[in-house]
Nanobody
Framework: QVQLVESGGGLVQAGGSLRLSCVAS????????LGWYRQAPGKQRELVASINTGGSRTNYADSVKGRFTISRDNAKDTVYLQMNNLKPEDTGVYYCAGKRFDRSWDENKNYWGQGTQVTVSS
């Protein structure tokens, strides 16, 4: 049974930082691309960052590039999202996600965590 469990969300002032963590189980970590989606109120869910199986390649949405860093520790079955210089528009529910390395991101097929709330105040 696949499970992804996020932690680390909370309330932070603009300009502050948070680090999200996601621990996965029930998957072969070395065959799984991992990423973070977020959904702001009234908006569609968007892929914020992704990282390949070995952690050597990353991708970021333009809106977070230079501020967020995704990383993974396969020995701990964990993916992280370091969020720096947070802005109010970063507010939303952040979801850990995974997919087979040889497949495309597909919101109907991805593995999903339950989400963790990130609120950035001004």
């Amino acid at each position: 049974q696949v499970q992804l469990v996020e932690s680390g969300g909370g309330l932070v002032q603009a300009g502050g930082s948070l680090r999200l963590s996601c621990v996965a189980s029930g998957i072969v970590i070395t065959r799984t691309t991992l990423g973070w989606y977020r959904q702001a109120p009234g908006k569609q869910r968007e892929l914020v960052a992704s990282i390949n199986t070995g952690g050597s390649r990353t991708n970021y949405a333009d809106s977070v590039k230079g501020r967020f860093t995704i990383s993974r520790d396969n020995a701990k079955d964990t993916v992280y999202l370091q969020m720096n210089n947070l802005k109010p528009e970063d507010t939303g529910v952040y979801y850990c996600a995974g997919k087979r390395f040889d497949r495309s991101w597909d919101e109907n097929k991805n593995y999903w965590g339950q989400g963790t709330q990130v609120t950035v105040s001004s």
